[in-house]
Structures are given as C-alpha cells and as structure tokens.
C-alpha cells in the first residue's frame, strides 16, 4: 500500500473513530449528564464542580505529552487510555444499585478518575492528526469530519432523549440512564478499535530538555502566548456560566429530555450546514478572520436565556440555530489555528501547555460560576412577564466578559489571512448571489483586489 494510500485510509478511519468517540461523548454530557446528576441530586455548586473537574484534568496532558515524546507510541497511548476513560462510565451507570446517599460522592470520584485517565491521550491526539491531515485541506477534511458527527450527535441525541423520557413516563427513569450509558461504553469501545487501525505517520522520540526548560519552551514563542491568552480569557469569560444553560432549561423552563434533545438537533444541524462554508473560508481567508466573525456572533447568545419568557420556546430554537452556526465556526477554526502554529518538534507539549493553562482557567471560572450561583440562589425578580433568577445574573456577566476578548484577538499575528472586513464583504456577497440565484440583491460592493483590505482586522 503506497503511503498516500495509507494517509487516505487513515483520514476514513479518522472520521469513523470521531464518530463512535461521539456517540459515547453525545450519551455522557450535555443534558443527559444534567439530568443524571441532578437524578443522583447534585446541589448547583455541585453541578458547577462535576462540570469543572474534567477540565482541571486537562493538567494531566503535561505527564500524557512526556509520555509520547519519550517513546514515540502515539496510537498506543491514545488507544488505550481513552479507552479506560471511557470504561469508567459502567460503574458510573452502576452507582444507584450500590447506594443511594452517598451517590453523588462516588460519581465525583469515578468522573474525576475518568477524566484524569483520557486527559493523558489529550495532546497525543492533536499531534497526531498534525502530522496526519495535510496543511492544504485541514479546513476541509475537518468540516467534512464534524459534519459526519454531527449527525451521529443528532441521532444519538435524539435517541438518547427519547429513551430516558420513555421509561421515566413509565416509573423507571433510572432504567433510561443504565441503557443510554451502557450504548456510550460500546461506542467508545468502538472507538477504541478504530484508533488501533488508524495509521500513525513514522515518529520518532525526540530528546527531551531539562523539565522546565521542556516545560516553559512554548511561551518563548510571543505569537503563541498571544493565541494562549485570547483563549485563556474567552474560556474564562464562557465556562463562568456554562453548567447553567442545561439546568435553567429543566429547572425554570420545565423542559423533558426530547424537547432537550431536539434543542441539540436544530443546534447541530445548524453546524453541519454551515461547517463546509467555514472550512472553505478557513483554506481560502485564514483562521483569525473567522475567528472574529464567529466570536462577536457568540457574544450575544446567552441573552436569549436572559430574556426569554419561562413559557415561551421559540426564541430559544432561535438561540440554537445561531449556537451551531457560530460555535461550529469558532470551534473549527480555533482547532486549526492550534495546529498551524505548532512547530515541527516537540509539538505535544505545545498542545499538552494549552489544554492545562485551560483546564485551570476553566476550573476557576466554573468554580467561580457556581460560588455565585449559589450565593445568588436567593434571587428572584419580577419585572412584568419577565423573571429573573441566579442563573441569568451569570448570563448577563458572561456575555459582558466576553466582548473584551475582541481586543485580545486582534494581537494575534496570522500573515497569511486576510482582514475581517474584507472576508465578511466576501461573504454577504455570496449570500446575496445565493438568494438571488447568481444577481446581487443588495448593493454590498464585492472588490476582488485583496490589496485593498488591511490582512488584519
């Protein structure tokens, strides 16, 4: 098999491994995972710390890049810890036959050693699919990939709904979370399979520094630590509140797990539609155009939650179709950026240094979030049909926190893109050709020179 064979084949077995890694992620997090521990009965500062601690795990990339710069076993390490990690989640599901007043502790202490165990294939992963997926196509084969999960997220999403609401209306809500679970643990063994299949591209270990020079080598890097500090902040500023947005919908809005559930559909079908137009922009305009674009569209998106009347849903199916489109964009963009700037050597400490610096952050803001909702538990506000409670006083501070994170972006250098302006002219252009079937229905001037368009926003 020639080697551009082989590096095709692995980019299929890439997609089909994302895709059962979903479905075990789809059946383990978001609303599911809400309504599980709230089930187990997590308290609001509870929730906020279960929802922190795999990100504080995300310290375990340092010892997991080490690792894989000592002995070059990039398939192996990944392989199998994550799917130990992901075995953990049987005697997760396992927990209400053993007890029932101590049920939220021992979640705690399987959830944190699972998130522990996969943070240790973390940076492999990502150096791996560096060298894997070629420069040229890596918007594209990435939106490809993400559009092929996101619709394994909508099925699993919807099933997974459907089948913890079928047996609670019939008295056995805890029968849907044993069944739903039990289908995340054959995914991710699944996953596990594809991973040996997948070929690893020839790597050798390298030599490794004194541990502190190895360890603070990425900050000697100043466009690397702009790009740490823009992420830094913006995921300080999103994760104050994001264990909230789930609950306030079960909580206060009364929601079940299908209307749940179809919130994620439209929400990821939103993505996928737009996935293939963010890639191309990515290949063709760079990353920190698109970047920008998407994080002033997500700024604004926990206002809805804010606002929203208790008993009206349709401005929230509004919040989710601009929550695919955005996040998709943002998500694909910031993950390509992160492997453009990676070096040719010792890669995964640069990954392994990101993923902890955000763990950390991540687990003081949730920390953070959840101090204050439960310092705020108290609150409730009544201005005409509109309430107000502790979770959207989070939601305001968020969507405030985050419009500063605009300046910190701007000093990210990227050579190549092009300015903001220019990209989203590009794009108000062909939305214009495409709604008027090839005429412009709208004057927006589309220039063609790029050298009329500063190459920085």
């Known amino acids: 098999m020639s080697k551009r064979v082989s590096k095709r084949q692995g980019l299929r077995i890439s997609t089909m491994e994302g895709s059962w890694a979903t479905l075990h992620a789809v059946l383990t997090s978001g609303g599911i995972f809400t309504a599980y521990v709230l089930f187990l009965g997590a308290n609001d500062f509870q929730l906020a710390l279960l929802s922190a601690m795999p990100l504080l795990a995300q310290v375990i990339q340092i010892p997991g890049a080490w690792l894989v710069e000592r002995t070059g076993k990039r398939r192996l390490i990944v392989g199998w810890f994550s799917v130990v990690s992901r075995t953990f989640w049987l005697p997760i599901a396992l927990i209400p036959l053993f007890t029932r007043d101590h049920g939220i502790r021992l979640f705690v202490a399987l959830y944190l050693a699972s998130s522990i165990v996969m943070n240790f294939s973390g940076a492999g992963w990502v150096a791996w699919m560096s060298a894997l997926v070629p420069n040229r196509i890596r918007g594209r084969y990435f939106a490809t990939r993400n559009n092929i999960i996101g619709l394994v997220t909508i099925v699993s999403s919807l099933a997974g709904g459907f089948v913890i609401d079928a047996f609670r209306d019939h008295g056995h809500a805890y029968g849907g979370f044993l069944t739903v679970m039990a289908v995340a643990v054959f995914g991710g063994l699944m996953a596990f399979r594809m991973i040996l299949q997948q070929p690893d591209p020839e790597y050798r270990p390298e030599a490794i520094p004194p541990l502190l020079r190895y360890l603070f080598r990425p900050l000697a890097d100043t466009n690397y630590r702009r790009i740490v500090l823009f992420y830094l902040y913006w995921l300080f500023a999103v994760n104050l509140a994001s264990p909230f947005f789930n609950a306030h919908l079960l909580k206060y809005m009364h929601w079940n797990q299908k209307t749940l559930a179809l919130f994620g559909v439209i929400s990821s079908v939103s993505a996928i539609l737009s996935q293939r137009g963010w890639g191309h922009?990515?290949?063709?305009?760079?990353?920190?155009?698109?970047?920008?674009?998407?994080?002033?569209?997500?700024?604004?998106?926990?206002?809805?939650?804010?606002?929203?009347?208790?008993?009206?849903?349709?401005?929230?199916?509004?919040?989710?179709?601009?929550?695919?489109?955005?996040?998709?964009?943002?998500?694909?963009?910031?993950?390509?950026?992160?492997?453009?700037?990676?070096?040719?050597?010792?890669?995964?400490?640069?990954?392994?240094?990101m993923g902890a610096l955000s763990g950390v952050t991540n687990f003081i803001s949730m920390i953070l979030g959840g101090w204050l909702a439960h310092r705020l538990d108290g609150v409730h506000w009544q201005f005409g049909s509109l309430q107000v409670i502790n979770y959207q006083v989070l939601f305001v501070i968020t969507t405030l926190l985050r419009i500063p994170a605009l300046l910190l972006l701007r000093r990210i250098r990227e050579p190549d893109a092009q300015g903001t302006a220019f990209v989203m002219r590009k794009m108000l252009t062909a939305m214009n050709r495409r709604i008027g079937l090839g005429r412009l229905i709208s004057p927006v001037p589309a220039r063609d020179n790029v050298a009329d368009f500063p190459r920085q926003p």
Do not use: E
């Open 281 to 353: 922009l990515l290949d063709r305009y760079g990353n920190k155009p698109v970047l920008m674009i998407t994080a002033i569209g997500i700024i604004h998106l926990p206002l809805y939650y804010v606002f929203c009347p208790w008993t009206v849903s349709w401005p929230m199916y509004a919040n989710a179709l601009f929550t695919g489109l955005f996040w998709a964009g943002f998500g694909l963009a910031s993950f390509t950026q992160l492997i453009d700037v990676l070096p040719s050597s010792q890669r995964t400490m640069y990954v392994a240094l």
